[in-house]
């Protein structure tokens, strides 16, 4: 069943191991969206907020990629708002520190 609001975002690619930077797939009824790793969890938000409005937007949640933040880099790096989810799981930027970060430095 697909209609407007029950939807595949990301097609089903299997059961496959997703860890932190694979997404296996996405999916939304309404305003419920479906995922196997979260970190598409913001893009989808993203879709359903009033963008002109302000939000604040706290994430707990324990990873040893965070234990020293670099929240300003992570700040001026964020991907755009608007763009795909293919765009957003694409993002990535060169690091501060050096690197490219594209799967470690996700934001």
């Known amino acids: 069943m697909s209609t407007d609001s ?40 993203l ?3 009033d963008l002109k409005t302000p939000h604040s937007l706290f994430h707990i949640d324990q990873h040893t990629d965070t ?8 700040m001026k790096n964020l991907p755009d708002w ?5 765009d957003y799981l694409d993002h990535s930027y060169q690091s501060e520190f050096g ?6 430095c996700r934001v």
């Open 6 to 45: 029950n939807k595949w975002i990301l097609p089903f690619k299997g059961r496959n191991h997703s860890g932190a930077f694979e997404q296996n797939f996405v999916w939304r009824s309404g305003n419920v969206y479906v995922m196997d790793n979260h970190r598409a969890a913001l893009w989808c938000w």
């Open 47 to 49: 879709q359903e907020l």
């Open 82 to 86: 608007a763009s795909s989810l293919q």
């Open 67 to 74: 234990l020293q933040s670099r929240l300003d880099e992570w």
């Open 99 to 104: 690197g490219n970060c594209q799967r470690s």
